[in-house]
């Protein structure tokens, strides 16, 4: 399961961000497949991105003039997230997969969750809210709307998106500022965390990943857990990058269906399955 994960993770960042005449330009695709979305987190203004990040579109749909709902970016949410849920942040986000090769470097003490955890889980939450919604109609940009998740926080929008693009564009990097140089170290740190803990960005701050979440109880893909087989070892709960006990693997809004706990149960009673858990 782990090399197949990663596998597919390579494998659809590389068809999602395989424009190669974009990196070598410094310039973004701009033709009809950015109006489709990816499911992960995947900037816009990365030079080899062929489509639209979701979070991204929901922003610029609650950006236009006057109060409309964007159905479009909210059915595309809902279509992913009630078949595929947090699978989604598991096996197809590439900021995902930067993370999780990140947290592979062999320095620091590795650890699953940052202290707090149980409180800093719903950061996302507020994230989503303050941020992507309040945030881009009217909180900090008046009048003149601006999309504030990807102004302000997204390091996968500063990591694929600014760096290769003020790399290869000295007119960009000389007009770069006190915003940019926030949003570095949004990521820095970000990065640094990573190396130490599992994935912070998605546990705490992702507002995609606490859509997908909301869904995680009812989606379509499912990681089955086989009751009257378990022998409660906890080598699941063990190998779990959360430490979900084996009645919350797959339901909990935090897990991501990376399929560790698949791997490490002895009984063979986990598995993914289509349709809800039992």
């Avoid at 990943?209 to 022998?231: D, M, P, R």
């Avoid at 709960?237 to 797959?250: G, M, Q, R, T, Y």
Wanted: hydrophobic share 40%; glycine share 12%; net charge positive.
């Amino acid at each position: 399961m782990k090399k197949m994960r990663l596998a597919v993770q390579l494998l659809f960042t590389v068809i999602t961000n395989g424009y190669v005449y974009g990196f070598m330009s410094g310039k973004i695709y701009r033709g009809g497949l950015k109006y489709v979305c990816v499911p992960g987190l995947n900037c816009y203004s990365c030079p080899g991105a062929f489509a639209s990040c979701p979070i991204g579109a929901l922003q610029a749909l609650l950006n236009q003039r006057g109060f409309q709902i964007p159905f479009g970016a909210l059915g595309f949410l809902f279509v992913f997230g009630s078949v595929l849920g947090r699978f989604v942040c598991g096996w197809l986000c590439p900021f995902g997969l930067i993370q999780d090769l990140l947290h592979k470097i062999p320095i620091f003490r590795k650890r699953k969750t940052l202290p707090g955890h149980k409180y800093l889980k719903y950061g996302k939450y507020a994230v989503l809210l303050f941020l992507v919604c309040i945030g881009s109609m009217f909180l900090f940009g008046g009048f003149a709307k601006i999309p504030a998740f990807c102004k302000y926080l997204c390091p996968s929008g500063t990591l694929l998106g600014a760096l290769p693009l003020l790399g290869m564009n000295e007119s960009l990097r000389a007009q770069t500022g006190g915003l940019f140089n926030w949003k570095l170290g949004v990521l820095v740190g970000i990065v640094i965390l990573s190396i130490k803990c599992f994935r912070p960005f998605c546990q705490y701050l992702c507002p995609l990943g606490a859509i997908y979440g909301l869904f995680n109880k009812f989606s379509l893909v499912q990681i089955h857990w086989e009751k009257e087989k378990c022998t409660m070892c906890k080598a699941c709960e063990k190998a779990c990058p959360v430490e979900l006990s084996p009645a919350e693997i797959s339901r909990s809004p935090e897990c991501i269906r990376c399929g560790k706990c698949i791997d490490a149960c002895p009984e063979k009673c986990l598995g993914f399955r289509r349709g809800r858990k039992e």
